[in-house]
């Protein structure tokens, strides 16, 4: 927004109203730091334009109901007359046309459309091609954002250019009947519009909304259209319980099609000032971001803080030796302490608290591919929540190697190298003593030969791990280098039958796949090996049909298991789509499983977890997810999943899920079992006669939204939110409250709120980021659009 003051003190009230608004395009991200950004373009936009050589030389097109005049000199229509040239059409009940001045009088309901902005009054004159002239008392609609209102005159000054005086502004959808008001009206002395630009600017102008009006404003400009432009965002308002009153107010730089930059200084009473910088760019072979975060004194924490996050993609070309492909990129993520995701709510950190910094290199040629990286990661420990931190890889050099069907054979291969590190403070223990850094060579062959048939397939595999370690300090053994391999077998089978069916009325396509598969992995003695990237898998569909019990290549299960499934689909015969999925699947074990990590016991089931789970989705409406891990020993469930979702229409939807885990460290039948809902919903239709219900042509509703999650173990409350929404079709005002539990010592709460006004301003904090991380199916009121042609409003 551009400010012009005229010399005179601006009152406070006044210069709160100018600040809360928009001057940016309406795509521009109101919370920088969670939503989708402006988006940017390799080459500037194409726009339709008239060379200057061939202006002038289009013809002019008259018609009506009589003509009169001289041939080349004049020319007068009366009764539905009409002027056509290029994208300029004028209609009235008389025109007059001098070809010499290329100069048109209309008089008489004129109708004027200019490339699809369309100006309606009793009198016209104007200079046709170029559009040069002014229209009395005229009522306006513009194309690029549906804005409207009505002038005393307007002036054009050329076809991009146009002043507006004694003028009324507003997106608000009119309404044929007498006494209308729109919700929200700007009023201004001047209002000058640039089609270049894409901006307004308005001066001696008034704000109204629902009845109440600001104060005279010297001058405000505003966006036209969805472009980018450089100026103030809107600003970001809020409080929190733990930084007091936040005030983010972001400037946007549009450097140029494909570079941007963007300030975010902000201001919290508890703390300070925090200074945020964004810089992104896109090339046709590299792209990227850097934002760095400064604040120089924290007077809560009394110290500086600072954050640094930076991504960078690139093709590299010419590629060297041959290659396919040669590319490389880093991901930096950095801040200055332990307690910068708590302490800033807009901060990309807030949502993990292991920042990963890595730089890579990738190759590939033929069947061979490869990396080259470095990986570190900056764990940020809270002593109420502390976290084991992952080992550093520092490097980590791959090679794979993939050919199918060779002479029927599937052959894969790869080489690792990594060098594992780690802080010795948060080092584990192995067999007594601290595990050392080190570094590991791993080596895995894979060779398969697949028979598939339309009915069924079978697919044996050998496969063959080895791995080597050179350690920097001795194990509890006394070697400081240790190796071991590994061969594996497997068969996967499975068959196909279908059938057509009938059920509930519809016809479908059904399916019956039962599925077998074996694994023979002999056992070799690994607990001197040292664990840097291995975890147990969880029991899922998926690892229950691997070869490995771990992921990682710091251990592999010996393994003489079974197991067997089937699984049930049924399929719409006409557009094969899949409505409904059921399965069920165990592992039988014929000997103990003594592969274990430190501080694991051998398995001993013969018979393990039933895992039963399905997807149901009927029609776009409901959809429902279940999964259950029944323990056939202890006659319990072990783990239990429900998802039901319902959306019939777009900002209806509803969700309800049960969640429960067993404790493994007991018996008992304890465990984590917690129940969340979320959902957004026309409140009218919940409470009938409460909120009003909506009549034909009124725009208005109320929504509800909101995340509820309750943990039924620790009767409580985790992290929620709960809110509303108004969708008054010209604007649309939110105000939400968040609950955030989860790593606090004291829940944090924040309360946003906001008011849009569509195509022209918001004033609050954006809450739309929050809703769209925390409810399912959520969508945005008032979604924007691309901007509609100039043959939308064709005559």
């Given at each position: 927004?551009?400010?012009r003051w005229?010399?005179f003190?601006?009152?406070?009230?006044v210069?709160?109203?100018l600040?809360?608004l928009?001057?940016?395009s309406?795509?521009a991200?109101d919370?920088?730091?969670?939503?989708?950004?402006?988006?940017?373009?390799?080459t500037?936009?194409?726009i339709?334009?008239i060379?200057?050589?061939?202006r002038?030389?289009?013809?002019?097109?008259?018609?009506?109901?009589r003509?009169?005049?001289?041939?080349?000199?004049?020319v007068?229509?009366?009764g539905?007359?009409?002027?056509?040239?290029?994208d300029t059409?004028?209609?009235a009940?008389?025109l007059?046309?001098?070809?010499?001045?290329?100069?048109?009088?209309?008089?008489g309901?004129?109708?004027?459309?200019?490339a699809?902005?369309?100006?309606e009054?009793?009198?016209?004159r104007?200079?046709?091609?170029s559009?040069?002239g002014?229209f009395d008392?005229?009522?306006?609609t513009?194309?690029?954002?549906?804005?409207?209102?009505?002038?005393?005159?307007?002036?054009?000054v050329?076809?991009?250019?146009?002043?507006?005086?004694?003028?009324?502004?507003?997106?608000?959808?009119?309404?044929?009947?007498?006494?209308w008001?729109p919700d929200w009206?700007l009023?201004a002395?001047?209002m000058t519009?640039?089609?270049?630009t894409?901006?307004a600017?308005?001066t001696d102008?008034q704000?109204?909304?629902?009845?109440?009006?600001t104060?005279?404003?010297?001058?405000?400009?505003?966006?036209l259209?969805?472009?980018?432009?450089?100026?103030l965002?809107?600003?970001v308002?809020g409080?929190?319980t733990?930084?007091?009153?936040?005030?983010l107010?972001?400037y946007y730089?549009?450097?140029?099609?494909n570079?941007?930059?963007?300030?975010?200084?902000?201001?919290m009473?508890s703390?300070?000032?925090?200074?945020g910088t964004?810089?992104?760019?896109?090339?046709?072979?590299?792209?990227g971001q850097?934002?760095?975060?400064?604040?120089?004194?924290?007077?809560?924490?009394?110290?500086?803080?600072?954050?640094?996050?930076?991504?960078?993609?690139?093709?590299?070309?010419?590629?060297?030796?041959?290659?396919?492909?040669?590319?490389?990129?880093?991901n930096?993520n950095?801040v200055?302490?332990?307690?910068?995701?708590r302490?800033f709510?807009?901060?990309?950190?807030l949502?993990s608290?292991t920042l990963?910094?890595?730089v890579?290199?990738?190759?590939?040629k033929?069947?061979?591919s490869?990396?080259?990286r470095?990986?570190s990661y900056?764990?940020?420990?809270?002593a109420?929540?502390p976290?084991t931190?992952?080992?550093?890889?520092?490097?980590?050099?791959?090679?794979?190697?993939n050919?199918?069907?060779?002479h029927?054979?599937?052959?894969?291969?790869?080489?690792d190298?990594?060098?594992?590190?780690?802080?010795?403070a948060?080092s584990?223990?192995?067999?007594?003593?601290?595990?050392?850094?080190?570094?590991?060579?791993?080596?895995?062959?894979?060779?398969?030969?697949?028979?598939?048939?339309?009915?069924?397939y079978?697919?044996?595999?050998?496969?063959l791990?080895t791995?080597?370690?050179q350690?920097d300090?001795?194990?509890?053994?006394?070697?400081?280098?240790?190796?071991?391999v590994?061969?594996?077998?497997?068969?996967?089978?499975?068959?196909?039958f279908?059938?057509?069916?009938?059920?509930?009325?519809?016809a479908?396509?059904?399916?019956l796949e039962?599925r077998?598969?074996?694994v023979?992995t002999?056992y070799?003695?690994?607990?001197?090996?040292?664990v840097?990237?291995?975890?147990?898998?969880?029991?899922s569909?998926?690892?229950?049909?691997?070869?490995?019990?771990?992921?990682?290549?710091d251990?592999?299960?010996?393994?003489?298991t079974?197991?067997?499934?089937?699984?049930?689909r049924?399929?719409?015969?006409?557009?094969?789509?899949?409505?409904?999925?059921?399965?069920?699947?165990?592992r039988?074990r014929f000997?103990?499983?003594n592969?274990?990590?430190?501080?694991?016991?051998?398995?001993?089931d013969r018979s393990?977890?039933?895992?039963?789970?399905g997807?149901v989705?009927?029609?776009?409406?409901?959809?429902?997810?279940?999964?259950?891990?029944y323990?056939m020993?202890?006659g319990?469930?072990?783990?239990?999943?429900?998802?039901?979702?319902?959306?019939?229409?777009?900002y209806?939807?509803l969700?309800?899920?049960f969640?429960y885990?067993?404790d493994?460290s007991t018996?008992?039948?304890d465990?984590?079992?917690t129940v969340?809902?979320?959902w957004?919903?026309?409140l009218?239709?919940?409470?009938?006669?409460l909120?009003?219900e909506?009549?034909p042509?009124?725009?208005?509703?109320?929504?509800?939204?909101g995340?509820?999650?309750?943990?039924?173990?620790d009767?409580?409350?985790s992290?929620?939110l709960?809110?509303?929404?108004?969708?008054a079709?010209?604007?649309v005002?939110?105000?939400v409250l968040?609950?955030l539990?989860?790593?606090?010592?004291?829940?944090?709460?924040?309360?946003?709120?906001q008011?849009?006004?569509?195509?022209f301003?918001?004033?609050g904090?954006?809450?739309?980021?929050t809703?769209l991380?925390?409810?399912?199916?959520?969508?945005p009121?008032?979604?924007?659009?691309?901007e509609p042609?100039?043959f939308?409003n064709?005559?």
């Open positions: 927004m551009k400010l005229r010399g003190p601006l009152p406070p009230m210069l709160l109203s600040l809360m928009r001057s940016h309406a795509s991200q919370d920088a730091w969670t939503e989708a950004p402006i988006t940017l373009r390799r500037p936009e194409l339709e334009t060379p200057p050589a061939e002038g030389t289009r013809p002019s097109i008259v018609d009506g109901d003509l009169s005049g001289r041939p080349d000199l004049e007068t229509v009366e539905n007359a009409s002027l056509r040239r290029g059409r004028i209609t009940d008389r007059e046309y001098r070809p010499p001045a290329d100069t048109a009088t209309a008089t309901n004129v109708h004027l459309n200019q699809g902005n369309v100006y009054g009793p009198e016209l104007l200079k046709v091609e559009f040069e002014f008392h005229v009522r306006y513009l194309l690029a954002n549906g804005g409207h209102g009505e002038a005393e005159r307007i002036d054009f050329d076809p991009k250019v146009s002043v507006a005086r004694h003028v009324t502004y507003t997106t608000c959808l009119r309404e044929n009947r007498p006494g008001m009206m009023s002395v001047t519009t640039d089609s270049d894409n901006l600017t308005a102008a704000i109204t909304f629902l009845g109440v009006t104060p005279s404003i010297p001058s405000v400009t505003f966006p259209s969805n472009a980018r432009q450089s100026g965002l809107p600003p308002i409080f929190d733990t930084n007091g009153f936040e005030y107010q972001p730089w549009n450097i140029a099609p570079r941007d930059l963007t300030l975010y200084p902000e201001l009473t703390r300070g000032i925090n200074v964004e810089f992104r760019y896109l090339e046709k072979n590299y792209s850097i934002r760095i975060d400064e604040m120089p004194s924290d007077s809560l924490r009394d110290r500086n803080r600072w954050g640094l996050w930076a991504k960078h993609d690139q093709k590299l070309d010419p590629k060297p030796f041959g290659l396919d492909s040669l590319s490389t990129s880093f930096i950095r200055s302490d332990d307690d910068y995701w302490d709510s807009h901060s990309p950190t949502t608290r990963t910094n890595e890579d290199l990738n190759w590939s033929g069947d061979w490869g990396q080259a470095t990986l900056q764990t940020l420990q809270y109420a929540s976290i931190p992952s080992y550093n890889r520092v490097p980590q050099i791959t090679a794979n190697y050919k199918y069907d060779l029927g054979f599937d052959v894969s291969g790869t080489l190298y990594s060098r594992f590190e780690i802080d010795s948060y584990p223990t192995l067999n007594g003593i601290k595990q050392p850094n080190g570094e590991r060579m791993v080596g895995n062959l894979q060779i398969s030969r697949p028979w598939v048939t339309p009915g069924g079978v697919i044996p595999k050998l496969l791990h791995a080597s370690y350690l300090s001795p194990l509890a053994s006394g070697a400081t280098s240790i190796s071991s590994v061969p594996t077998v497997s068969l996967d089978s499975g068959l196909v279908e059938r057509d069916t009938s059920l509930f009325g519809s479908w396509r059904q399916t039962p077998a598969f074996y023979r002999p070799r003695d690994q607990s001197q090996l040292p840097y990237d291995t975890a147990a898998n969880d029991i569909f998926a690892t229950l049909y691997t070869e490995n019990a771990f992921s990682g290549n251990r592999i299960s010996d393994t003489n079974l197991t067997t499934g089937v699984t049930t049924l399929i719409d015969p006409v557009t094969g789509a899949e409505s409904a999925r059921f399965g069920i699947a165990q039988f000997s103990d499983q592969v274990t990590l430190p501080g694991g016991t051998a398995v001993t393990g977890d039933f895992i039963l789970g997807q989705h009927w029609n776009p409406k409901w959809s429902i997810d279940g999964l259950a891990q323990n020993d202890t319990k469930s072990t783990r239990d999943a429900l998802t039901l979702r319902y959306t019939p229409a777009p209806h939807t969700t309800a899920a969640r885990q067993a493994s018996t008992a039948n465990g984590t079992k969340d809902f979320n957004q919903w026309p009218s239709e919940l409470t009938r006669g909120f009003g909506r009549k042509g009124d725009p208005g509703r109320w929504y509800a939204v995340r509820l999650s309750y943990s039924l173990h009767r409580a409350m992290d929620s709960i809110g509303a929404e108004y969708n079709c010209c604007w005002g939110r105000v968040e609950r539990v989860s790593g606090r010592t004291s829940p944090d709460t924040r309360l946003m709120f008011i849009q006004f569509n195509g301003g918001n004033i904090s954006n809450p739309t980021s809703l991380q925390n409810i399912q199916g959520y969508k009121l008032n979604t924007q659009t691309e042609s100039r939308t064709y005559d």
